[in-house]
């Protein structure tokens, strides 16, 4: 088991806008290897269609975007169906709109969304199948990457030659290595979580409440761009940070307060999430000094171990965790993660959460850190760049 990395600390070299006197991202480039990553990876799978109705998905695949549900929604798209040759389809609550924006996408090929927990709406996608892939989807290999009890009938029944299989597998596979420009997007979503972040720890004092801190999080990040958030946004404190509680309340922070938050914004797609500790009023007591060291130790234990050539099994067995972290790219919490379940191996351009296991005592606070990094060659790139609190 090779340990022996290196830990590169990188920001992001430019801002959101598209400019004319420096290359940035190449938004065609990065649709066009997204499209071929999802075909390489149908090919590896032997598959002929694949039916994506979760959102990160059909956007990763097609360009496609729409609002972001708080729920999970299986009606009003995007759903993308892409076949292994040929043109694919979409299916958006806005096909017009689509239509005129999405010029990679023939205009005749998007449709109107239906509600694919209901029988009689799968049953007209089913019928639009036909009509837009002819016979071939009869027998075709399908893969589809989330299931409603409706569509496992449905489709069933009316496609019964047709072989359908897991399709989030493959999805995972075709992301799980980012291309250069996810990465770059990546790094400007960071770069927008960090404004917001210092944007809240701008008002961190005695009376502010927790969703005042993620109000002016979600302001700052805003009027940056971001296109949603990575979640409804940690802010724990107080009490409330040991046992660690993973939403924000109306509580008012006191003096003294340990005071976690955890964001994320979203550029382009693509998400960042990080998270520090801070000790309102910026008087730690000794015992507070004590815990924020122990869990800045076990964050940068954690970073300094993660690599190429290395499974996640083999570092939390090492390190006694059941987990690193978890897995983010244009999904906030996707596949692959670091668990002591994850047998895989680590390769160049893989990108991680890393979460350091919070840590806390009654009466004197909690602590919980969380960075963002790419495996590199060597080792790590750290570009989550905001510092810990230790004193």
Not at 3 to 22: C, H, Y
Not at 61 to 86: D, E, M, N
Not at 149 to 160: E, I, N, S
Not at 341 to 349: A, I, R, V
């Amino acid at each position: 088991m090779t340990l022996d990395t290196s830990i590169v600390r990188s920001a992001s070299p430019f801002g959101p806008m598209q400019t004319d006197w420096e290359t940035r991202i190449d938004m065609d480039r990065l649709r066009t290897q997204r499209l071929q990553k999802t075909r390489d990876a149908m090919a590896s799978a032997e598959l002929d269609f694949m039916i994506e109705l979760r959102m990160e998905n059909a956007r990763y695949s097609t360009g496609i975007k729409r609002l972001y549900w708080p729920t999970i929604q299986l009606g009003g798209g995007p759903l993308a169906v892409i076949a292994a040759q040929g043109d694919s389809a979409i299916w958006i609550i806005d096909p017009d709109y689509a239509a005129q924006n999405v010029p990679w996408v023939p205009d005749d090929r998007f449709h109107t969304p239906y509600q694919m927990d209901m029988a009689q709406d799968v049953n007209s996608f089913v019928d639009d199948l036909l009509h837009y892939f002819g016979p071939a989807i009869e027998t075709a290999r399908i893969g589809v990457d989330i299931w409603s009890p409706a569509m496992f009938d449905v489709l069933r029944t009316r496609l019964p030659r047709a072989t359908f299989v897991n399709g989030q597998e493959v999805m995972l596979s075709a992301r799980r290595i980012k291309t250069v420009d996810e990465i770059r997007a990546m790094k400007v979503a960071y770069a927008i979580s960090e404004a917001g972040m210092q944007a809240a720890v701008d008002i961190l004092r005695p009376g502010v409440r927790e969703c005042e801190l993620v109000g002016e999080c979600f302001r700052a990040m805003w009027d940056l761009g971001t296109e949603t958030t990575q979640c409804s946004e940690v802010v724990n404190s107080g009490p409330g940070a040991h046992p660690y509680r993973r939403f924000h309340s109306d509580r008012i922070v006191q003096h003294g307060d340990m005071v976690n938050m955890d964001f994320g914004g979203c550029f382009s797609g693509y998400f960042g999430d990080y998270c520090r500790t801070f000790v309102c009023g910026g008087r730690p007591t000794q015992a507070q000094v004590d815990l924020l060291k122990r869990g800045y130790d076990l964050q940068m234990e954690q970073l300094a171990v993660l690599g190429p050539g290395v499974t996640p099994a083999q570092l939390c067995a090492k390190l006694g965790r059941k987990t690193l972290g978890h897995g983010i790219g244009i999904s906030a919490f996707e596949g692959p993660h670091l668990r002591a379940t994850d047998d895989y191996e680590l390769q160049p351009g893989m990108t991680f959460s890393v979460t350091s296991p919070p840590i806390g005592e009654p009466g004197v606070g909690g602590t919980h850190l969380e960075d963002e990094i790419v495996i590199t060659e060597t080792g790590i790139d750290l570009y989550s760049t905001y510092p810990y609190t230790l004193g």
